[in-house]
């Protein structure tokens, strides 16, 4: 028999009302023994709580009991709804573990929901990230996972790759029968779809991973460049030193920001060029690894100069990049035409400004169009993590192979096909491994 756990819902402290959960084979006698009853299903009750051993009251509360498998966890629960002082929930935990029960590890409500099959391993991390979401967007993301989004699609997918492997399984078992001929070339098909619909997936660039934890906008350039005053333009604060003496920002400062209902970390890197000590060669390389890892940059260029400087971080900036031409206020000089043609001949995006008198607007607005762009509208639900990622590369690799293994025999191609779909099984959780659940459910708040 499982053991029956409990876990406050509420975050601790002093507050009006803490939820304390119950799950498990032990909830209903535990219910009975701090109230005297067990109440009504799924309607909450008034009740008064006493000390199971000295009969001592603990507090007036409400009550609620979830009979299994109509629960959250799928099992027998109970949630207590009781006021919030320290003394209070101590008081009652601390009758609760003389009962029997013991406090729930990080996530384990969910990971038992999962178990029962309430719940699968997407819709699971779901529960996380709605708990966890800061923005509008990233609520949406949440909840059309919670609800079967991923889930529903993963599963079509799955169920399309159980037809193909009918169809090569037919070929394979059954040669002397009169089924119609290239019965296994039949699948060829269904298999160019696949691979096309797991493509799409993949090249949404990681569209719901950047929706979950931020889309990632570098600030790079040269030493002086104006980097740290447009880092504190967009983020309406001086977030960042700004002084005459080139190569200030020795490491990144990362700001994290609200455009159009995304969350946007924005980071102001080292100026890019050849270092005169070991701190700025560290603060150079910490730059271009962001810079590489950002899903956008805004390369500023020193438009007043006339020499090479403006080329120094040119190697960072790649198409659909905004290239910033700066202190438009000063005479222009060399920098300003050769970074302008350079930048629109690779595709970058340009923008003249001048940071000093104010000018922010035109950049501001160019960076929630591309947000925007970048973020929303999908053909598909995006995927949240890498590890589903991960699981669609495998699966579409897997489906090139059996593509190329038709022409070779059936056999080849189901295996490869039978391997594809273990790997969206594996998104979802049908099957996994132990690491990965705990690798998943680890990262959860107690009492969820």
């Not at 709580?49 to 629960?77: H, I, K, M, N, Q």
Request: aromatic residues 4%.
């Amino acid at each position: 028999m499982r053991d029956t756990i409990f876990a406050p819902a509420t975050a601790a402290g002093r507050a009006a009302i803490a939820v304390v959960r119950l799950s498990g084979p032990g909830a209903p006698a535990a219910v009975e023994a701090l109230i005297g009853r067990l109440p009504a299903p799924r309607r909450a009750a008034h009740a008064t709580l006493r000390d199971p051993v000295s009969g001592a009251v603990l507090d007036d509360g409400l009550v609620l009991w979830f009979p299994a498998p109509a629960s959250y966890t799928g099992e027998d629960c109970a949630e207590l709804q009781i006021h919030g002082g320290t003394a209070v929930t101590g008081a009652v935990f601390e009758a609760l573990i003389s009962l029997g029960l013991r406090l729930a590890a990080p996530g384990e409500f969910t990971r038992r929901a999962f178990e029962n099959q309430k719940l699968d391993l997407t819709q699971a991390e779901a529960v996380a990230d709605l708990i966890d979401a800061e923005t509008q967007a990233q609520r949406r993301l949440a909840l059309d996972q919670l609800a079967g989004g991923l889930s529903a699609q993963y599963g079509q997918w799955r169920s399309d790759l159980l037809g193909v492997l009918a169809l090569l399984e037919a070929g394979i078992d059954f040669p002397d029968e009169d089924l119609p001929e290239a019965l296994a070339e039949q699948a060829g098909g269904p298999l160019i779809k696949l691979i096309g619909d797991l493509d799409q997936a993949l090249a949404d660039g990681r569209r719901g991973e950047r929706i979950r934890e931020g889309f990632r906008v570098a600030v790079i350039g040269a030493p002086n460049a104006g980097k740290s005053s447009l880092l504190n333009a967009l983020a309406g604060r001086e977030a960042a030193i700004v002084t005459a003496t080139a190569g200030t920002t020795r490491d990144v400062i990362e700001i994290p920001l609200m455009i159009a209902g995304y969350r946007v970390l924005l980071a102001d890197t080292a100026g890019v060029r050849t270092a005169t000590d070991a701190i700025e060669a560290e603060g150079v390389r910490r730059a271009r690894a962001w810079a590489a890892g950002a899903a956008l940059r805004l390369w500023v260029v020193d438009g007043s100069l006339g020499n090479e400087d403006w080329a120094l971080a040119r190697d960072l900036a790649q198409a659909g990049d905004l290239c910033v031409i700066n202190k438009t206020d000063l005479a222009s000089g060399h920098d300003s035409a050769r970074a302008a043609e350079w930048a629109q001949a690779q595709g970058l995006e340009l923008c003249r400004v001048s940071l000093f008198a104010g000018g922010r607007a035109d950049i501001s607005d160019w960076l929630e169009r591309a947000v925007v762009s970048a973020l929303s509208g999908a053909d598909m639900p995006a995927a949240t993590r890498l590890r589903h990622m991960e699981g669609l590369g495998q699966a579409r690799d897997s489906l090139r192979r059996a593509q190329v293994g038709l022409e070779l025999g059936a056999e080849l191609a189901a295996e490869d096909v039978r391997m594809a779909a273990r790997a969206l099984e594996r998104i979802t959780g049908r099957i996994g491994t132990e690491e990965v659940l705990g690798q998943v459910f680890a990262s959860f708040c107690i009492g969820k």
